[in-house]
């Protein structure tokens, strides 16, 4: 498909285990985004993706939080050790921004999202 | 700290009336503004969009207004659509700050169109 894709749709786990979440974005788009949404909250950023590099990681909440990106494309966000305030929707999205200051439109796209839930 | 407030988390409408969907802000370095509508168990899509150098922008059965000087934006839908019944979202971003890359969000509200 064209749009954002994202694995698995559903994540049940235990405590203490750690989950990998999969994005890929559209294809052709440099930027990557991860947003977490918990419930009756609004979507909190986490890292930003330029590339394979990430200029802004500082959503991340904990250091048990890490994503990575490979060839410019697919992206994964990995908990460990999770806990159950982890349990939220993590939302992907991709744009065509290439970076620098200025009113550059810098229009996101998201796929469904993973939601995650740690019992 | 909430930057991005939508502080009606519903709204209900009858089909064929407007629609005002209300957001305020308080980082003044916001200068880039878009709505976003999320259908249950899909992800957000854009909607409209709206820079500082502009007061209104129109799509359509879509209007968003900026008054900076309140720090408020607002989104009207008329005439409104059992269709548009969704989460509506609106976004903030600091493009000239150089945080151009990162979108705040408000908590969204449900808008109800009945038929």
């Known amino acids: 498909g064209a749009g954002v894709s994202q694995s698995p749709s559903n994540k049940v786990t235990e405590k203490g285990k750690d989950v990998e979440l999969r994005c890929d974005p559209i294809?052709?788009?440099?930027?990557l985004y991860w947003y977490r949404q918990s419930l009756g909250q609004g979507l909190e950023f986490l890292i930003y993706?330029?590339?394979?590099?990430?200029?802004?990681k500082s959503g991340l909440p904990s250091d048990r939080f890490s994503a990575e990106r490979t060839g410019g494309s697919v992206s994964t966000l990995t908990i460990q050790r999770t806990q159950q305030e982890d349990s939220a929707v993590y939302l992907c999205?991709?744009?065509?921004?290439?970076?620098?200051?200025?009113?550059?439109?810098?229009?996101?796209?998201f796929g469904a999202g993973t939601r995650l839930s740690v019992l | 700290d909430q930057q991005v407030k939508q502080n009606s988390p519903s709204l209900s409408v009858q089909e064929g009336r407007i629609s005002i969907l209300n957001c305020d802000y308080t980082?003044?370095?916001?200068?880039?503004f878009l709505w976003y509508k999320k259908y249950p168990a899909e992800g957000p899509t854009f909607l409209i969009s709206?820079?500082?150098?502009?007061d209104k922008n129109e799509d359509g059965r879509f209007t968003v207004f900026l008054n900076k000087s309140a720090k408020h934006l607002s989104l009207h839908i008329v005439p409104s659509q059992p269709g548009d019944s969704a989460v509506y979202f609106c976004?903030?971003?600091?493009?000239?700050?150089?945080?151009?890359?990162?979108?705040?969000f408000g908590k969204g509200t449900l808008l109800t169109v009945n038929p």
């Open positions: 999205a991709s744009s065509l921004f290439t970076g620098g200051k200025g009113l550059a439109k810098n229009i996101q796209y």
């Open positions: 294809s052709g788009h440099t930027a």
């Open positions: 993706f330029q590339g394979n590099s990430a200029p802004d």
């Open positions: 980082n003044s370095m916001f200068d880039y």
């Open positions: 709206i820079s500082s150098i502009k």
């Open positions: 976004a903030a971003s600091a493009n000239s700050g150089g945080s151009n890359y990162k979108l705040t």
